[in-house]
């Protein structure tokens, strides 16, 4: 209807000692209504990740399980699951072509979750992603509801080299379209900071409670 809302947050990520899981920290602080709103993840490859949401009114940290991940991520198109890199094992993947997005040459990949579980939890059929073969991000990625119709389409750009060695890419830009909403949620990073110290005592949920 032409409405919108603006929230802006802090994000920090780290990637964990095995070099694979990564730990995420999400703080809100603006609009007043959710400053303080705080979302926590640490991964685990060889399990289910750890998910916390913090909410100031509340006064306590709420563990999410994995059902939750086809929730609403605080009220935008994203659903906790899709801010989170996903575990590749748990999807059957096939390679369908290449296409171009935006210029880029993509791999356009199919991916079925492996099992009902992991359907239930994802809240999705299938996914079909643009991967960019030159920095291996997402460029697109088309998500289908559990009848198999196209429920959410998402859209990076502003790929930037945020590491050179190893090359490491991010999306400055992300774009969530609902269509059987028409409801619309897009994601800018105003700046990225390389190379920051980030103690693992940022990712606990003593952490996320400070206001």
Known sequence: KGQQRE???STLLKLQANGIDSKLLVKFSTPADIKGTGFLQVEHSEGDDDLWIYL???????RLVANNKKDSFVGTDFSYGDIS???????????????AIDRHDCYVIESVPANDTVTANSGYSKKITWL?????LEAKVEYYD???RLLKTQMTSDHKLVETNPQRWFPLYREMSNHQTGHKTTIRFDKIEPDVSTPDELFTTRYVERE
């Open 56 to 62: 100031p009114a509340l006064k306590k940290s709420r």
């Open 132 to 136: 960019r073969k030159d920095s291996f």
């Open 7 to 9: 929230r802006k947050n």
């Open 85 to 99: 890199l996903p575990k590749v094992d748990l999807y059957r993947h096939v390679l369908l072509r290449s296409e």
């Open 146 to 148: 559990l009848s198999g």
